[in-house]
T-cell receptor, first 114, second 115 residues
Framework: GESVGLHLPTLSVQEGDNSIINCAYSNSASDYFIWYKQESGKGPQFIIDIRSNMDKRQGQRVTVLLNKTVKHLSLQIAATQPGDSAVYFCAESPLSGNTGKLIFGQGTTLQVKP | GAVVSQHPSWVICKSGTSVKIECRSLDFQATTMFWYRQFPKQSLMLMATSNEGSKATYEQGVEKDKFLINHASLTLSTLTVTSAHPEDSSFYIC???????????FGPGTRLTVL
């Protein structure tokens, strides 16, 4: 079936270290993936996205890696800061070229220790 | 990205009453909006896809007569929880989709508490 899941429910890192949040997806037909950050009591905030024709995409302090062979997605945050503490969700879209449904993973809580 | 607002940000109501939540796309015309529900410490669950000028498409298990969706304009979609019960207490979040990409941009959410 279609599902997106995360390997670890909670990740604790030291301030200044790099963080890696992982995500596994099961729908090989998905061609678009997004990472969202959700702070407590707020709506998800777009971080970065990647299409299936790419393996890597970089943003400001964030990098998303896509391994289609093993259906794995990861979000790397460089020099993690206290403000990065939040729940991170990966989402996949099995449709392309139009607004379509997103399937969300279960989320990983990132805790940044000062 | 798109700017999305929701109103109210939180609401408390008595069991049996109806509550309307508004979702507005502030900076572009959204033909498609999505409604999600999120319980504490859980992921987002898509409830329905709201299409401007037509009936909403509900996900399996979501009662369309209980969760009424109206998308009367390109900037406004509303979700009405009818005859609310305590189990309907949740965080309701809307999102808008863009035509050029598959990205969805989310509103700040509405916390519903049914007593």
């Amino acid at each position: 079936g279609e599902s997106v899941g995360l390997h670890l429910p909670t990740l604790s890192v030291q301030e200044g270290d790099n963080s890696i949040i992982n995500c596994a997806y099961s729908n090989s037909a998905s061609d678009y993936f997004i990472w969202y950050k959700q702070e407590s009591g707020k709506g998800p905030q777009f971080i970065i996205d990647i299409r299936s024709n790419m393996d890597k995409r970089q943003g400001q302090r964030v990098t998303v890696l896509l391994n289609k062979t093993v259906k794995h997605l990861s979000l790397q945050i460089a020099a993690t800061q206290p403000g990065d503490s939040a729940v991170y969700f990966c989402a996949e879209s099995p449709l392309s070229g139009n607004t379509g449904k997103l399937i969300f993973g279960q989320g990983t809580t990132l805790q940044v220790k000062p | 990205g798109a700017v999305v607002s929701q109103h109210p940000s939180w609401v408390i109501c008595k069991s049996g009453t109806s509550v309307k939540i508004e979702c507005r796309s502030l900076d572009f015309q959204a033909t498609t909006m999505f409604w999600y529900r999120q319980f504490p410490k859980q992921s987002l669950m898509l409830m329905a896809t709201s299409n401007e000028g037509s009936k909403a498409t509900y996900e399996q298990g979501v009662e369309k007569d209980k969760f009424l969706i109206n998308h009367a304009s390109l900037t406004l979609s509303t979700l009405t929880v009818t005859s609310a019960h305590p189990e309907d207490s949740s965080f309701y979040i809307c999102s808008v989709g863009t035509v050029s990409t598959d990205t969805q941009y989310f509103g700040p959410g509405t916390r519903l508490t049914v007593l």
